[in-house]
């Protein structure tokens, strides 16, 4: 009696969009930065506007953690280590 097993078959394209999808970097809330830095990095390194920077800040300060880009883990770790440097507490998850 023999054991049967079915292979899957993926496209590249479906491989690299499973790959692309799913991380996220968290912005976490601390004592050390002001709302200033933290406005000035989310629109100097990702692109936000000031309202939008400005209610990031907000929603760090008052519920402890924002979820602020998403993509691959490589890009994740990218920008984690680029906001680290700048002083600022995030995560990749």
Do not use: P
Request: glycine content about 6%; charged content about 25%; proline content about 0%.
């Amino acid at each position: 009696m023999g054991t049967e097993t079915a292979t899957e078959t993926f496209t590249l394209e479906e491989i690299l969009a499973a790959a692309k999808d799913g991380h996220r970097l968290i912005l976490w809330n601390d004592d050390t930065n002001t709302f200033d830095h933290v406005i000035h990095c989310m629109m100097h390194h990702l692109q936000y506007s000031e309202g939008e920077a400005s209610r990031i800040a907000f929603k760090v300060h008052t519920e402890g953690k924002c979820a602020v880009l998403e993509g691959s883990y490589t890009e994740m770790e990218i920008y984690r280590k680029i906001l680290k440097s700048e002083g600022l507490s995030v995560s990749v998850e």
